[in-house]
């Protein structure tokens, strides 16, 4: 009877999409998570809210599917779900490449470039000059601004505003400090392993206040850092929010992310935690520099998003005729755990309007049961949220099989003994196009019940699970092979399982 009413229950299938716009329809295109029409892609830029809009701006070649001629891409949306690709925002020139940076918007025309009375966009980003013979390559910090909403840009005739004759220095993240009424400045170091901060009370004229670090992991050149105030869940206290990249030195090999807890007082970052402690922002191989938006209303949670790659093989991924796309947006927080205050990273909530018909096995059921109706009535798309819950029993192991087909597929699993998470794409499909993407990763994950609980992303190249509410990430490409749309929870005993499954309808439809 149980089976019977799990395959009634299964046989409505997800939503056919609707037309999705040829552009962006290719073998392994992403359908609800940004990426540019064509060309290379990696770090986000300059996110920021301004006159209702939300804008992405991004590393970018305008000329090919590999790194060089680094600009500012420019996207921009109305809901942080769909995106419209505008022309090159600030492009490289005179030799000199668009690194990554920040957008602030100057309400106050502290600058004096803005023209209208709700101020205008100034962009602060990192000119780098390569090398040539003899000279080494310089990085400096740069403005450029804009009064009509991002369309065009206006390089500063003083730049750069900062110059220290360096080869590495770059990546400023700029914010308004309420607390000394001035613009704060947290730039990368990358060979010292530290985040410098300067401030300025009108985006030119910038003063060195401190450094932070060497602390926390110190592998590889520490890159993009991000600063933010968060709330605590359930609480009127708040703390900052220090992150950086490391490349290479990431915990699984390649790029990766850690964050600092702690205060700031407008120009100096004391971290609350011993400086040897690691937080890692994701145990995943594929979220790298990401960026929060300025400018957001007070009354919206914080919103991150990244970069979905990593440097070890981002020039070898198998997408034709982009390379590299972002994260789903996520929104942020801070809990306070038995470990300690955490970062906890959820999906934008906005993705409900993004999803469709909706296949939901009964409460407690038989993992048998479940995948037989699976197999009954296969899901149709490679792009879905998937929830879950599975009740251990005396499982040591437990987990899913998604995106599978004639032994392709991506696991994602819990280790009791080991109190683990991990995912293994190392049989996702197409693999080979690097010796460093074939990759099983975990997680440290203390269940406090007899039950793993996960929230799924899957986008026909992407797996994004968040775990534990939000306090554990995991960010992985994969690369199905055709057809490989099969979905099976397995126990190595007995197990049970409640599950729900939407389809995510294309952002890319034909309009």
Known sequence: MLTRLLLIIFAVLLGAPGQIAPDYDQPYRPQFHFSPRENWTNDP??????????????????????WGHMSWGHAVSRDLLHWDQLPVAIPEQDGIMIFTGSTVVDARNSSGFCTKPEGCMVAVYTGHTPPEGSRPALQTQNLAFSNDRGRTWTKYPGNPVLNLHMTDFRDPKVLWSEETGQWVMAVSLPNEHKVRFYTSPDLKHWTHTTDFGPEGATGGQWECPELFQLPLEGSTETRWVLKVGLNPGGLQGGSGEQYFIGHFNGRRFVNDNPATLQLWTDYGKDCY???????????????????????????????????????????????????GIRLIQQPYQGIERLQQKRLEATSGSDLDAVNQALRAQPLSGHSFRL?????LGDAREAGVRMLANHGSFTLIGYDREAKKLFIDRRHSGVTGFSGDFPARIDAPLPLTADKL?????????????????????CTMLVFPSSGANGIEFYANRTGRVSASVRSVESIWQVK
């Open 453 to 473: 609980v996960l929230d799924v992303l899957v986008d026909r190249n992407s797996v994004e699970v968040f775990a534990d509410n939000g306090r554990i990430t």
């Open 45 to 66: 830029n300059g996110l920021v809210f301004f006159s209702g809009e939300y804008h992405l701006f991004f590393q970018y070649n305008p000329f090919g599917d590999e």
């Open 289 to 339: 520099c990401a960026l929060t938006f300025n400018g957001l209303p007070r009354t919206q949670s914080p919103v991150m998003i990244g970069w979905m790659d990593n440097w070890q093989y981002a020039a070898k991924l198998p997408t034709r005729p982009w390379r590299g796309q972002m994260t789903f947006p996520r929104s942020l927080s801070l809990r306070k755990t038995a470990d």
């Open 387 to 391: 929830r879950f819950e599975i009740q």
